[in-house]
């Protein structure tokens, strides 16, 4: 079972650039389809962006779109969030799990996560 951990948060302006990092264990990371999500406040977890096993597949939520990237180092075993334009409501905590193909779905264990609070 693959082990996550998440770092690259911390305190920002709007407007202003973050990026996160997700550091994966397991020799078939690879393989796997990978994203990430976040938990606002009294919020329930959503979908922020995935990225498949191939070079080229790539899907953003709708209120990410255009202002964050996606990537991954599948040598460093580590899946990437550019967040760029950052705006008050992107503040929560950024989670990235495995993905079931085919889906926006994760599967598997979480990591503990990592702040990211936008100030306005």
């Known amino acids: 079972q693959v082990q996550l951990v998440e770092s690259g948060g911390g305190l920002v302006q709007a407007g202003g650039s973050l990026r996160l990092s997700c550091a994966a264990s397991?020799?078939?990371?690879?393989?796997?389809?990978m994203g990430w999500f976040r938990q606002a406040p009294g919020k329930e977890r959503e979908f922020v962006a995935a990225?498949?096993?191939?070079?080229?597949?790539?899907d953003y939520a709708d209120s990410v779109k255009g202002r964050f990237t996606i990537s991954r180092d599948n040598a460093k075993n580590t899946v990437y969030l550019q967040m760029n334009s950052l705006k008050a409501e992107d503040t929560a905590v950024y989670y990235c799990?495995?993905?079931?193909?085919?889906?926006?779905?994760?599967?598997?264990?979480w990591g503990q996560g990592t702040q990211v609070t936008v100030s306005s």
């Open positions: 990225i498949g096993w191939s070079i080229g597949y790539t």
């Open positions: 799990a495995r993905i079931i193909d085919g889906s926006r779905a994760p599967i598997g264990s």
């Open positions: 397991g020799r078939t990371f690879s393989t796997y389809r």
